[in-house]
């Protein structure tokens, strides 16, 4: 496994730079068969505005979109007992055919089975990342993303990011909201990616998180017991990520304050 997670880094950073200059909850149990929730033409519109909702990419396959759905639901509920954000629901999005736009942040597992986006669905996907939306990219299966033709680049050929690299201990996304020194998942590998970040001071908030660690299975209990450390470990992580997709660049002036003074002092 180790092996693998060594060799996917640098597809990671080729599917993008090619084109680019706690307490625990309950687990419910999975429904055999999943009902995705999609964005109505306009009555929920109004709605996704006015109150908060994570989404999650649909995927071609209904196990990751039950998973996702459920993880989902139980960061929700983390949110809302131990921070000040109150998630509304969760809903699932279809790439092609939803507006993205209404929600800022998206869970996007990453399968084997994806196929290329449309040459609409690639302009969508890139003003959401140039207008401030935050996306988790989770590559859900560790054999296809070491193929020449990885899923990720397959399914983003044309989407323009900045330079990515290796999420540090130091990163916003490690102190927005709990104290922790990576983004644990269902596994608790290091190469988590972002866009590089600029000087302090600067608009330096990344528009993803790449990563293999299957967060929504974690979330959800499926993968991690639901009373472990690890779970909340995980949970955590996931708080974090909500909080840095919506408070972005002031959190990270927050964290670096005694950085910022000092420069103003001189």
Known sequence: MKGLKKKLAPLLLAAF????????????AIAQETTIQSVAPADD???YIRDLHLAYIISPTPRVNDESRVGLEHLSAALIRGTAVEPHGVVGLDI???????????????????????ESAQRKVQDYINTGGFIVF????????LGRESPLRR?????????????DEEHTLTRSFY???????SFDFDD????????IGTE?????????????????GITLPANSREREMSIRAGVNMVLYALTGQYKADQVHIPSILEKLGR
């Open 192 to 199: 988590v990616w972002v866009e590089e970040q600029g000087d």
């Open 17 to 28: 730079t090619a084109v680019a200059a706690p307490s625990m909850v309950a687990t419910p």
């Open 204 to 220: 330096s908030v990344s528009s993803v998180v790449i990563g293999e660690n299957n967060w929504a299975g974690a979330w959800a």
């Open 179 to 185: 104290l922790v020194s990576r983004l644990r998942g």
């Open 96 to 118: 092609e055919t939803d507006d993205i736009s209404l929600f800022p942040f998206i869970y996007w597992p990453v399968t084997a089975d994806v196929t290329r986006l449309s």
């Open 138 to 145: 989770d590559i859900r299966d560790l054999n296809a993303g």
């Open 45 to 47: 519109i109004v709605r």
């Open 155 to 167: 399914m983003l050929s044309d989407i323009s990011l900045r330079r990515l690299v290796p999420m």
